[in-house]
């Protein structure tokens, strides 16, 4: 035990790292600039700054805290240790937010900080994922007990305190499991991020979660198993103070990062807070939030979306085969409810983009072809993001294998919602990567990107702003074969951070080959991104551009479910629509009574 009754102005050195993972050859994907900020990482930073506010380590102790988000920062292994080794390693490192495709690469960081007796700890949603659903020791956590890294389960408010002072003494403990004991947000710090560290994100955008938790049960979902099923929120002034703070560094983007913002039972509050901050203040705002696919049905919520900011929403569509969504147990998600949500939104002209999942068990290359097209051709939605059902450690689905002894990938490197991690019924696994890359090039097609930007002509999305989703969209999985919510600005690599268990390249061979390929890639990107703007410029010109009209954006008719393919081509669809009648002619009959 480290005895710091006598210590006199020191600093505590406390290393948050967010790590990265590693791409198909073995590199660690990282960008000059990324395209999502953790929220992790800043809700850690906040608690932590309030921390050495606080003085928790004693008067005469100061906490001096590093910010590194590897998806655009390298981790300089080697400068870090001397940093510690400066301050007679007084310091610790935590691995904030970890996903279970970040676990080996959080594992790899860890090594040379723990062969130098620095702590180590690590938290996210795959330790608390695994010790809330599985018997503590599957997926890799016997790892971190060989190498003494002290377990974070659960959410950090009100009990950082404790693990830095532990660290700082020296009595770390193997595991902090508070899974059981989820706390409030309400008051607590809030996420924060300084702007050096905002600023490696593409537009300057940082993140906050109004609310956490999720009372749905979707059976591919962690979120429900990790944050828990009983929502729980922050307030109006909670949102409004991290509106100023990041204001006053000149930051004014932001992503909502809760699951589903529409059951923010306090969603209306914020808003009506957010709307002052921008209208009377002048703050302008813009947000990008994810709700589900029956927000419309909320009074006002819409509406209020527009006033307060929102730019982009993403919309957990998941598939149109409603047999697929009874599968995962997303049975809140209507296909009946699609066009009028949709339309609702482009009403406001606010850029809609929604998750569509590959591998359901109804699912086969067919299928997904033929319900590609139906979403091109019957639904008014932006962009697509095309995910491969994976079960993850912390889910329903995982467990369910994992209890079964059903084969999965032991690589927790590819469960990333990009690889096939386990068997299908109707796929082999080459059927089901081949459809998975397929889809990206069959939905962004030269010819529907067009359809798209006169979509956004007509209904008054931002131009501008869904050419650049579009291009990163359109092109990330083909030139970089990583999911363009891993993407960024410029591909960085560096030949060090391969993984341990592939060779080191030489120089001589690495660099060339990498400046080739960064040339060849950006040709292309650059090709991409003339064709669009070309597009996009006379598209904004044709004299009837407002006009334009095409079957996703006819309004929703009172006998559509006749004739639309999206009801017609698939058992589900035409029983969703048989049910909506049945309700239809029932509540009628009771109404004529």
Known sequence: MRDLSETTDRNFQLILIKPSHYDDDGY???????????????ALYGIAADC?????????????????????????????????????????????????????????????FRDAGVPVAIGGFHVSGCLSMLDGKAVGLDACRLMGISMFAGEVEGRL????????????????????????????SVPFLPKSNVAQTLGLSTSFDAGRGCPYQCS????????????????????EKLVRMNWAQGIHKFFITDDNFARNK??????????????????PLGLMIQVDTLCHKIPNFIEKSKRAGVTRVFIGLENVNPDNLTAAKKNQNKITEYRKMLLAWKAQGIMTLAGYILGFPADTPESIRRDIAIIQHELPVDVIEFFVLTPLPGSEDHQTLWKKGVEMDADLNIYDVEHVCTGHPKMSKQE?????HEAWSLYYSPAHMKTLLRRAVATGVPLASLVKILVSFATTVPLENVHPLQSGLLRLKHPSERRPDLPRESALTFWP?????????????????????????????????????????????????????????????QAAVSHIKKVNALTHAHRAV
Request: hydrophobic residues 40%; negative net charge.
């Open 513 to 573: 080959r990498f400046v080739g390929e960064t040339v060849v890639k950006h040709l292309s990107l650059g090709s991409t991104i003339a064709k669009l703007a070309i597009s996009a410029f006379f598209i904004a010109r044709d004299k009837n551009a407002k006009g334009y009209m095409d079957q996703a954006l006819t309004p929703v008719g009172d006998h559509e479910d006749e004739t639309l393919e999206l009801f017609t081509k698939t058992a589900g669809g």
């Open 220 to 239: 591919f979902c962690t979120i429900i198993n990790v944050q828990g099923r009983k929502s729980r929120f922050r307030t109006a002034d909670d949102v």
């Open 28 to 42: 660690v994907i990282r960008w000059w600039r990324a395209m999502i900020p953790s929220n992790s990482l800043a």
């Open 266 to 283: 306090d969603w209306e509050a914020i808003y009506d807070r957010l709307i002052q901050l921008r209208e009377r203040d002048g703050i």
């Open 52 to 112: 050495a506010t606080r003085q928790v380590l004693g008067p005469n102790i100061g906490i001096d805290i590093t910010v590194i988000d590897e998806t655009n920062t390298r981790v300089n292994v080697p400068s870090l240790l001397s940093l510690l080794k400066a301050h007679d390693n007084f310091g610790m490192v935590a691995l904030v937010g970890v996903q279970s495709n970040q676990y080996p690469r959080a594992l790899h960081i860890a090594k040379p």
């Open 161 to 188: 305190e404790k693990v830095l002072q532990d660290a700082a003494y020296g009595t770390l403990e193997p595991l902090y499991n508070f899974m059981n004991d989820l706390p409030s947000i309400e008051g607590a």
């Open 432 to 436: 089901w990567e081949s459809i998975y």
